[in-house]
């Protein structure tokens, strides 16, 4: 089964070198994929018709290389949000889209995903919209692998609250319109989701015709409800789902350093709570004592509700370890993870 990391995430994005470590860590624990898909990447969204200037050009190909290098598959996310309303394409836009098709076929992309998440879809040609600009993408930039993340990419209700009532029958048609050789995101019964049971996972796929990719968010924290915490837990096991997707991305939690704490235990076997032990023991006991002394007030009481004797104690704990991770628990307590109000689910 592909399983693969999608920075996907809003707020504070990660660093180059921070991208470039993460890289590394994804091929030395068995994952396949990182995707670059930075919300805050204009240039992948709103402002897609925009060229990347050559700095970022050169930055895109050090990923692009480093995952070759690492024997692992390099993606990038492309959102092209408005371009529903310039289609049928004018001269002007066509002529805007291939140049950064191109531009981006030049870094170096094995996958690619065209992502409609995050955008109204109140709209009765919804579904033969998006699929007539997959085909078009599809012939116009050669890839390995393609995959669709739909407007609705969950039956959670938060959808149709915030971007507009999902049109009638827009999934199923998605499904019989769909080329074979693309995939589909589907973040599961939520947004945000624990688990995905045997039945939910059938269930879309037949309305797919194709079993989903999995966009799992259950530890992201870029979100209202979730930015006050650092969801330090064990990921869902990947043996429970494999049979039913044909793939999973993670979008993980903002600080990287944490976010390939908790990326480590979905590769390992057991109980959650004992899968994270392993994981924290391996980074040392000050650092492992430290995070598991405060692991309540990271992923239960939250930033929010920390009281100042809390606060302070955290600081003075977390200043004296030399650690990517401990640092990352210091930006937290200063606020540095903070809801990114463009987030809007």
Aim: net charge negative.
């Amino acid at each position: 089964m592909h399983a693969g990391v999608i920075e996907g995430f809003y707020g504070r994005s990660w660093t180059h070198e921070e991208r470039l470590e993460q890289i590394r860590f994804l091929a030395e624990h068995g994952f396949d994929s990182y995707w670059y898909a930075p919300k805050a990447c204009r240039k992948l969204r709103a402002d897609w018709a925009q060229l990347f200037d050559q700095d970022e050009l050169t930055r895109l190909r050090e990923l692009s290389c480093a995952c070759r290098s690492a024997g692992i598959a390099f993606g990038v996310g492309f959102s092209p949000l408005g371009l529903h309303d310039q289609w049928p394409l004018n001269k002007t836009a066509e002529t805007h889209l291939l140049a950064k098709l191109a531009q981006l076929h030049s870094i170096g992309i094995d996958e690619m995903g065209l992502l409609f998440d995050d955008m109204r879809g109140d709209k009765p040609n919804l579904a033969s919209l998006q699929l007539a600009m997959v085909e078009y993408l599809r012939c116009s930039i050669d890839v390995k692998r393609w995959v669709f993340c739909p407007t609705y990419y969950s039956f959670d209700p938060i959808l149709s609250e915030v971007f507009g009532c999902k049109p009638p029958g827009y999934l199923r048609e998605i499904g019989r319109g769909l080329h074979s050789s693309v995939d589909v995101f589907w973040t599961g019964e939520k947004v945000i989701s624990e688990s995905y049971s045997r039945a939910h996972l059938e269930r879309i796929a037949e309305i797919f015709q194709r079993k989903p990719v999995l966009w799992d968010n259950s530890r992201v924290n870029d979100g209202r409800k979730t930015s006050p915490f650092i969801p330090l837990k064990s990921m869902c096991e990947s043996a429970s789902i494999m049979p039913y997707v044909n793939g999973l991305m993670i979008n993980p939690m903002n600080p990287p350093a944490l976010a390939r704490l908790v990326l480590e235990t979905f590769k390992l076997d057991g109980a959650a709570e004992e899968r994270l032990k392993v994981v924290l023991n391996n980074q040392g006991h000050v650092l492992s004592d430290a995070l598991q002394c405060y692991l309540r007030q990271m992923t239960e009481v939250g930033l929010e509700q920390l009281d100042d004797d809390e606060r302070q104690a955290m600081r003075s704990c977390f200043a004296n370890i030399n650690h990517p991770a401990a640092r990352e628990v210091l930006d937290w307590l200063d606020g540095c993870y903070r809801f990114d109000p463009a987030c809007l689910t």
